[in-house]
């Protein structure tokens, strides 16, 4: 799939799932694990954190804060392509086709909205009373969510269109972890496609905005520009 435009590359960029090794978080870009236009979808997995370089930290020397930050590396490592996304930076103007696999098709492209990426910054605190420490401020999930909706052509119904595409950053937890403990965080992943005929004829796109907030959706980009067109499988 290409664009005609010859200022453009003939790249895909197609939109994946991190997959699961024994409930455990793993990146694998591999056809079986491409988003499939159209079908809705909803996977979790652990993260565990490699706490290799904490051990060998005496306790009086660590930053909590960065032990977090490190955490939270990771974690939008499997929510992200790592080249696309660096925490603290604002997320990339991305395009999602309208069409799910245009080929020929350059014309029809749907911004990318990003919601709730602003937030506190996270940090991190020792409880020596507890002999723990907590990361505040963390993301675990992201949402991705489409309204599709059918047009017509010289009064032939068509392929259905992607009408809105919008990515949700999770709300941001507080999580707590004993020194001693195995450090390991739930990550979840969805895909949602709303009907936009169905949301029109039960009271519109109101009923979609409410219907949508609580669905959290992952999808992995690869992308080479700032503003970049994205395909699904």
Same mark, same amino acid.
């Given at each position: 799939?290409?664009?005609?435009? *010859?200022t453009?590359?003939?790249?895909? &960029?197609?939109?994946?799932?991190?997959?699961?090794? @024994?409930?455990?978080?793993? &990146?694998?870009?591999?056809?079986?694990?491409?988003?499939?236009? %159209?079908? +809705?979808?909803?996977?979790?997995?652990?993260l565990?954190? #490699?706490?290799?370089?904490?051990a060998?930290m005496? @306790?009086?020397?660590? #930053?909590?804060?960065?032990?977090?930050?490190?955490? /939270?590396? @990771?974690?939008?490592?499997? =929510?992200? *392509?790592?080249?696309?996304?660096?925490?603290g930076?604002?997320?990339?103007?991305?395009? !999602?086709?309208?069409?799910?696999?245009?080929e #020929?098709?350059?014309?029809?492209?749907?911004? =990318?909205?990003?919601?709730n /990426?602003?937030f506190?910054?996270? $940090?991190?605190?020792? #409880? *020596? /009373?507890? /002999?723990?420490? $907590?990361?505040?401020?963390?993301?675990?999930?992201?949402?991705?969510?489409?309204?599709?909706?059918?047009?017509?052509?010289?009064?032939?119904? @068509?392929?259905? =269109?992607?009408?809105?595409?919008?990515?949700?950053f999770?709300?941001?937890?507080?999580l707590?972890?004993?020194?001693?403990?195995?450090?390991?965080?739930? =990550?979840?992943?969805?895909?949602?496609?709303?009907?936009y005929?169905?949301?029109? &004829?039960? +009271?519109?796109?109101?009923?979609?905005?409410? %219907?949508?907030?609580?669905?959290?959706?992952?999808?992995?980009?690869?992308?080479?520009y700032?503003?970049?067109? !994205?395909?699904?499988?």
């Amino acid at each position: 799939y290409f664009h005609v435009n *010859a200022t453009k590359l003939p790249t895909n &960029h197609t939109l994946s799932l991190f997959t699961t090794q @024994q409930r455990y978080c793993h &990146h694998d870009a591999a056809s079986e694990n491409l988003i499939n236009y %159209g079908i +809705s979808v909803l996977k979790q997995c652990k993260l565990r954190l #490699n706490k290799e370089s904490l051990a060998k930290m005496p @306790q009086n020397e660590r #930053n909590f804060t960065e032990i977090c930050l490190q955490l /939270q590396n @990771q974690i939008t490592t499997q =929510l992200f *392509a790592a080249d696309l996304f660096v925490l603290g930076e604002k997320f990339p103007d991305l395009y !999602i086709s309208q069409l799910g696999r245009p080929e #020929n098709r350059s014309d029809k492209w749907t911004p =990318l909205r990003v919601e709730n /990426q602003n937030f506190a910054p996270i $940090s991190g605190e020792y #409880n *020596a /009373q507890t /002999q723990s420490f $907590s990361c505040r401020n963390m993301l675990l999930n992201i949402a991705y969510e489409f309204l599709v909706g059918e047009f017509t052509e010289a009064g032939v119904a @068509q392929q259905a =269109l992607v009408k809105r595409a919008t990515l949700l950053f999770g709300e941001r937890n507080d999580l707590e972890f004993e020194m001693d403990e195995v450090i390991e965080v739930p =990550l979840t992943v969805a895909v949602m496609f709303f009907d936009y005929s169905k949301d029109v &004829h039960n +009271s519109g796109v109101l009923s979609f905005n409410a %219907g949508i907030v609580g669905f959290i959706i992952l999808m992995n980009f690869v992308t080479s520009y700032v503003n970049t067109k !994205i395909f699904m499988n």
